[in-house]
């Protein structure tokens, strides 16, 4: 019912509905994304993790009357917003097999509705929002390390999506939430496994999700380059995958760093030349 009332809005083609498109689907993104956080580190699934639906009704004209008819909404849940570290994740990966929990089946479902969201939310031209809230999903970045395969599949499907709509407007997005997302999910996409019988990422896709992230990678300073290549090489070689291959930027910056330390070291000599014959 949402996905109809989304279309008709868009198909309508005033700037109103539009809008209201665009704010209901960045307002489910983020609750959403704030439910599927909650269930990967909550031990209970949320009471309303089946109600996505209504959060997004709601927000819509005539969408409270609707969503009476879907059980109505239940109490919210706060986001949580503690983030736990990348770095302690990464090397308390979950061994995959483990047992369902109800849990589980919580945050797959709340996966694959924040991968509906996004998809619409691209279709509404409404990703800028999502691009912001998703660098700053440190949390949810996090402890995605540790969620089980099918729920990793999802976030990586996601996450292709954002950063390929990133490089489209990459010379219009703040530097920080280039930044941000790179630094923040290229360990989900080292470490991340299928989990099902078929790729989540075609061999194309991944492809040119490397070229798409090489790309988005040169537009960035050779500081924030640092960070984000050297986190990336030391994942790059403790996993068993080759996806993503980002030795192209890698290479790209060791040389241009290799010139700037001789400049570095010529404009130095000079200025302690200077110092002394004054």
Not at 47 to 73: C, H, K, T, V, Y
Not at 75 to 82: A, D, I, M
Not at 155 to 173: D, M, Q, R, S, W
Request: with cysteine; aromatic share 8%.
């Amino acid at each position: 019912m949402a996905d109809k009332i989304i279309d008709e809005n868009t198909k309508c083609g005033h700037l109103e509905m539009l809008q209201v498109n665009r704010l209901a689907l960045a307002s489910a993104f983020a609750r959403t994304s704030g439910l599927l956080y909650s269930s990967l580190k909550s031990p209970r699934m949320s009471e309303d993790s089946w109600m996505w639906p209504s959060r997004i009704l709601q927000s819509l004209p005539l969408g409270s009357f609707m969503a009476l008819s879907l059980n109505g909404l239940s109490t919210f849940f706060p986001w949580v917003g503690t983030a736990t570290s990348l770095f302690q994740n990464k090397r308390q990966l979950a061994v995959p097999g483990h047992e369902e929990s109800v849990n589980d089946l919580a945050a797959e479902k709340h996966a694959q509705e924040l991968l509906w969201i996004t998809s619409k939310m691209v279709e509404c031209g409404a990703v800028d929002e999502a691009l912001v809230q998703w660098s700053l999903s440190s949390g949810l970045a996090s402890i995605t390390l540790l969620s089980n395969l099918r729920v990793q599949g999802f976030i990586v499907k996601i996450t292709a999506i954002l950063i390929g709509e990133l490089n489209k407007v990459k010379h219009e997005v703040p530097r920080q939430v280039k930044f941000n997302i790179l630094v923040l999910w290229i360990p989900l996409l080292c470490y991340a496994e299928n989990g099902l019988s078929y790729p989540v990422l075609t061999g194309y896709e991944r492809v040119e999700m490397e070229k798409t992230m090489n790309e988005l990678i040169s537009t960035l300073p050779s500081i924030d380059q640092e960070v984000i290549l050297t986190n990336w090489m030391q994942d790059f070689m403790t996993t068993s995958s080759d996806w993503p291959n980002l030795h192209e930027s890698y290479s790209h910056w060791c040389h241009s760093t290799r010139q700037f330390i001789p400049r570095v070291m010529h404009e130095g000599g000079k200025l302690c030349e200077r110092t002394l014959y004054t």
